[in-house]
């Protein structure tokens, strides 16, 4: 278990392009899985301007949610002190930054589009696709089996 993140915990940061659907959707996802017990952060390379309705409604299916969440840029201060980085597939890239306590990863996940999946059909394959490695983080990170944490954030 890692535990350089405020009061102990260990941290993450999840980070796509747009920061409005795949880094918001593994976000969302740990947080429900590992309520309080893992800070949690999202950001994006070229935030947009707003979140994506449909990646929100496909968390929601799960009991996930995006609520209080908005597209954000990538703060170095956060950057340097999380444990974990993670890059939710391969469009968007993130430099280390030297002094960096973190690792850098990048999650490749599935992008049904380029096999002609749109719409909620497509958010939900990709959502099923972060939550299993969302899971596995959540296990490694908190030396447990992970299941949805409900209740421990209010």
């Avoid at 941290?11 to 795949?22: M, Q, R, T, Y």
């Avoid at 976000?27 to 994506?52: E, F, H």
Wanted: glycine content about 12%; hydrophobic content about 35%.
């Amino acid at each position: 278990m890692t535990t350089s993140g405020p009061g102990g915990r260990p941290s993450v940061l999840f980070v796509c392009v747009k920061n409005g659907g795949k880094s918001q959707m593994a976000a969302a996802l740990m947080r429900q899985l590992a309520g309080d017990a893992v800070q949690v952060y999202s950001a994006g390379t070229n935030p947009g301007d707003r979140l994506n309705e449909q990646s929100a409604q496909a968390v929601a299916e799960l009991g996930a949610t995006f609520a209080g969440e908005h597209p954000k840029s990538i703060d170095p201060a956060v950057l340097g002190r999380v444990d974990r980085v993670i890059v939710t597939g391969g469009d968007a890239h993130v430099d280390p930054l030297p002094g960096m306590v973190g690792q850098i990863e990048v999650w490749e996940t599935v992008e049904p589009s380029e096999r002609g999946i749109e719409g909620m059909q497509r958010m939900r394959l990709v959502r099923d696709d972060l939550q299993r490695h969302v899971t596995d983080l959540a296990a490694e990170m908190l030396g447990r089996d992970a299941e949805p944490c409900r209740g421990e954030s209010e």
